[in-house]
Each structure stands twice: as structure tokens, then as C-alpha cells.
């Protein structure tokens, strides 16, 4: 990982005073431990994204249209498409 990288790197640098060194591993310790709780987070919402996507797949009602769109089969009917001239996609 950079962060321990650089950690080692300021250890053995010898262009930083002791303070330095202390001031900057302590910044680099705080910006592991807010990666690390964002790799926690992350963690997180993917289980609960697989968890939402496995009671969908296990509803096939939910992901059917009731009433399809003649021109479209895979939107509902109450989506109206209309062309209009001079008008972009």
C-alpha cells in the first residue's frame, strides 16, 4: 500500500526533523485508518446491493411490465415518446 510506503520512507529519511516525521506519520496513520473505514463501507453496500439484487431475482413479478408499450416492449405504456422537430435525443 503508498501509505506504508511512506511511512517508510519518512523513516528513513534523513532531511525531516523528528518533529516532522512525527507530524507527518501522524497524518498518514489518520488517512489509513479513513481508507480502511471506507473499505469497510464499501464492503458493506456491496452485500447489501447482492442482497436487494437476490430478492429481485427471487420476484420475477417485479421485474415484468404490466402494460407494454406498443412501440417499446420493454417500457411501461404510460411512457409517451414523440418525435419533435429542431429537438435533440
Known amino acids: 500500500m503508498a501509505f506504508q510506503r511512506a511511512l517508510e520512507l519518512a523513516n528513513t529519511s534523513k532531511a525531516l ?35 436487494k439484487q437476490e430478492q429481485l431475482e427471487d420476484n420475477p413479478k417485479a421485474l415484468s411490465v404490466s402494460k407494454v408499450n406498443p412501440q417499446f416492449p420493454a417500457a411501461h405504456a404510460a411512457i409517451e415518446v414523440r418525435y419533435q422537430q429542431g429537438r435533440g435525443r
Open 17 to 51: 526533523t523528528k518533529e516532522k516525521k512525527r507530524h507527518f506519520q501522524s497524518g498518514i496513520e489518520k488517512k489509513i485508518a479513513k481508507n480502511n473505514a471506507e473499505l469497510v463501507r464499501v464492503h458493506e453496500a456491496k452485500e447489501t446491493d447482492i442482497t
